[in-house]
């Protein structure tokens, strides 16, 4: 059974910059959700796709969007990149769908500095 | 706006000893709470998890106890070993939820 992978493991973009976080979710799992850790606090929730849709999205702006694809794996796009976006960004998958989350497998993160 | 807050950001215990975690919630939809763990450069993991239904639940070293009325849950860990040094995160969910809302940690050094 694979785990959650992501890539890269970090990255250094400019501001105003674009960038494409990768993510493959656990074999078996159908959903996933991004969240952001910024340095001090706890992770905080993007948004999570399920069927290839996002079905719920916390407090971030648009320049924040996803993918997800059949093979259940995710991309977070995030555009015009702001000083505060530096971050670990962490992908996890989970069974849950439009369920209750009974709890998620994480990936190891991605650590985006923005300079 | 926090919903689930660990109040304290570092603890320090001696190995053997009884770690104790706390975390308080503010959600009263909140019926889900669970207990991760991250060391460096890794994910959390996934450690222990709650029902509101109990107010209680063990495994192994690990207890995690939940208080409702008081909106306060906390994490026991007895015997506390080196390789429990690590951040612990709380967090929880409400019925038909879909994303979990995480505490900002608490960061365990055990001393041997």
């Known amino acids: 059974e694979t785990g959650v992978t992501q890539s890269p493991t970090h990255l250094i973009k400019t501001r105003g910059q674009q960038v494409t976080l990768r993510c493959s979710s656990q074999s078996g799992h159908n959903t996933v959700s991004w969240y952001q850790q910024a340095l001090g606090q706890g992770p905080q929730f993007i948004f999570q796709?399920?069927?290839?849709?996002?079905?719920g999205r916390g407090n971030f702006p648009p320049r924040f969007s996803g993918l997800q694809f059949p093979n259940y794996s995710s991309e977070l796009n995030v555009n015009a990149l702001e000083l505060d976006d530096s971050a670990l960004y962490l992908c996890a998958s989970s069974l849950g769908g439009l369920r209750r989350n009974y709890g998620y497998t994480f990936g190891s993160g991605t650590r985006l500095t923005v300079v | 706006d926090q919903q689930v807050k660990q109040n304290s950001p570092s603890l320090s215990v001696q190995e053997g000893r009884i770690s104790i975690l706390n975390c308080d919630y503010t959600?009263?939809?909140?019926?889900?709470f669970l207990w991760y763990k991250k060391y460096p450069a890794e994910g959390p993991t996934f450690l222990i998890s709650i029902s509101s239904i109990k107010d209680k639940n063990e495994d192994g070293r690990f207890t995690v106890f939940l208080n409702k009325s008081a909106k306060h849950l906390s994490l026991h860990i007895v015997p506390s070993q080196p390789g429990d040094s690590a951040v612990y995160f709380c967090a929880a969910s409400a019925t038909n939820d879909y994303k979990l809302s995480f505490g900002a940690g608490t960061t365990v050094t055990v001393r041997a």
């Open positions: 796709y399920y069927r290839e849709e996002e079905n």
């Open positions: 959600n009263s939809m909140f019926d889900y």
